[in-house]
């Protein structure tokens, strides 16, 4: 979906979910992603139908180096 439909790029990294009175519970992908603030509400909506019950993680990016965010022209 985030590189399909968004055409923005991910990094998925390997890891174990929850440490807690359960014990371990099992190996997931945690994926990362950067969106412009103007696709953060399509992002949010499409990661509920996906996993109603996903962690989400989001804050602000000052700044990146590397790869590439797209462009888009203003529209008036």
Do not use: C, Q
């Amino acid at each position: 979906m985030i590189i399909n439909e968004m055409g923005r790029g991910v990094t998925i990294y390997k890891g174990k979910r929850g440490y807690g009175k359960r014990g371990e519970l099992g190996e997931i992908d945690i994926i990362y992603s950067v969106v412009t603030r103007l696709e953060l509400n399509k992002m949010k909506s499409e990661m509920e139908n996906i996993d109603p019950n996903a962690f989400i993680v989001m804050s602000s990016v000052k700044d990146t180096k590397g790869g590439m965010i797209k462009k888009r022209p203003l529209e008036h």
